[in-house]
């Protein structure tokens, strides 16, 4: 196997474009062995969001790196089954809490959130104002019910709009900051709650290890899974400071390297630079929230591709859409496509290609979603360029 000297530290953009690609499993043969909770340790976090489109971020993310999973293999991936009656309760994979942004983590990496449940735990207040007894009263419940939702708990709104939560909402939305209740599961949807000394097995429960271990841990696994980053970079992956990373980086297993163009000192995870990054590119639509593209500024580092989720956009402002995705092929981002669904017709709404070169990728693309998702149909609406939309409405067609 071709390898890179050891002694190599200077890296073209090209290199690191393809580290890169394959740190986040998208270059190479896929793990299929390890299937979406092997995609799920592989990457360190896979981010949650509200948004169902084609399907939820936490779905698209294993689609777009293993192909057309069930669905429901993706939920029982993540989630942990309610155990029979009588039956000791079932181990936990994955556990929710604030990386990224809400993430689904691997259940191993409980003890290295501790530095955050601490910081959490320090503040007198969080957002909401919470009545005496309401928090002691919520951790109560659970202990002498087992497992709920916020509505089982009392409810989860005060009857207004986003924010607007009940006490008991807050409350334990509250002791899932601190780590006193952990989210393991989800029904309909919504999240479970339960206490963190039933769910987490008691090899992880501990939280005795200090901020600089915790810290140390998790530049290392965000060095990992980026292949190679910047500072700014392996920070954003589980949102810590820079100066938080400055106080480990020298001795997290992370070596440094420079990329041509970056303009910035660079890390890299020493096992992506033992062997050169070789294999099948994935043709794939990518959430906005996948880790591959979820940092602005290291998308358009490392691709030239300016990518902006559009949700949260007042819709006469949106240049490409609410939930543009964008196309992966040949390593490259060419482009992006608006989905919907109609029935059993899954509707490009807007298709934005950079070149020519998009239209047969995003044709395959299309069709492989459509399929995914249980639609028999693809019905393109509007390409930006309108020369490209015969090529793309016959490559649709041709199958």
């Not at 096992?271 to 294999?279: D, H, I, K, Q, S």
Request: charged share 25%; net charge positive.
């Amino acid at each position: 196997m071709t390898t890179v000297p050891p002694a190599t530290t200077e890296l073209s953009p090209d290199e690191a474009r393809r580290i890169a690609l394959r740190a986040q499993g998208f270059l190479g043969a896929p793990d299929r062995r390890g299937g979406v909770r092997g995609v799920l340790r592989h990457l360190g976090a896979v981010q949650l969001d509200t948004i169902s489109v084609l399907a939820r971020s936490h779905e698209l993310i294993p689609y777009a790196r293993l192909g057309a999973v069930g669905r429901k293999t993706v939920e029982d991936a993540y989630w942990t089954p309610s155990a029979p009656a009588g039956a000791p309760p079932s181990r936990p994979h994955a556990f929710e809490y604030w990386s990224h942004a809400a993430c689904v983590l691997p259940i191993e990496e409980w003890p290295h959130f501790a530095f955050r449940r601490r910081a959490y735990r320090a503040r007198p207040h969080w957002y909401h104002e919470l009545a005496d007894g309401t928090y002691d009263a919520v951790i109560k419940q659970l202990r002498a019910e087992g497992p709920l939702t916020a509505t089982e708990l009392g409810g989860a709104k005060n009857g207004g709009l986003w924010w607007d939560w009940s006490e008991a909402k807050v409350a334990v939305e509250r002791a899932l900051m601190y780590g006193e209740v952990v989210c393991t599961g989800r029904r309909s949807w919504k999240r479970v709650y339960d206490l963190a000394e039933r769910a987490i097995p008691g090899d992880l429960l501990h939280d005795d290890l200090d901020d600089t271990e915790c810290l140390r841990r998790l530049v290392r696994l965000a060095g990992r899974s980026l292949g190679v980053g910047t500072r700014a970079d392996i920070a954003d992956y589980h949102r810590l400071k820079g100066e938080q990373v400055d106080a480990v980086i020298a001795d997290s297993g992370l070596v440094p390297v420079t990329v041509a163009g970056w303009g910035k000192p660079a890390w890299a995870d020493p096992e992506a630079l033992a062997t050169v990054p070789r294999g099948r590119h994935r043709t794939t639509l990518l959430s906005p929230f996948d880790s591959l593209v979820w940092e602005r500024a290291r998308t358009e580092r490392i691709f030239g591709f300016a990518h902006r989720l559009e949700a949260y956009v007042p819709k006469p402002k949106r240049v490409y859409g609410y939930f543009a995705m964008p196309l992966l092929s040949g390593g490259r981002l060419l482009g992006r496509v608006d989905p919907a669904r109609e029935g059993k017709t899954l509707v490009a709404k807007q298709v934005s290609l950079e070149t020519s070169k998009g239209v047969l990728p995003m044709a395959q693309a299309l069709r492989e979603a459509a399929e995914w998702v249980g639609c028999s149909d693809v019905r393109v609406e509007r390409v930006d360029a309108p020369d490209l939309r015969g090529p793309l409405t016959e490559a649709l067609a041709a199958g």
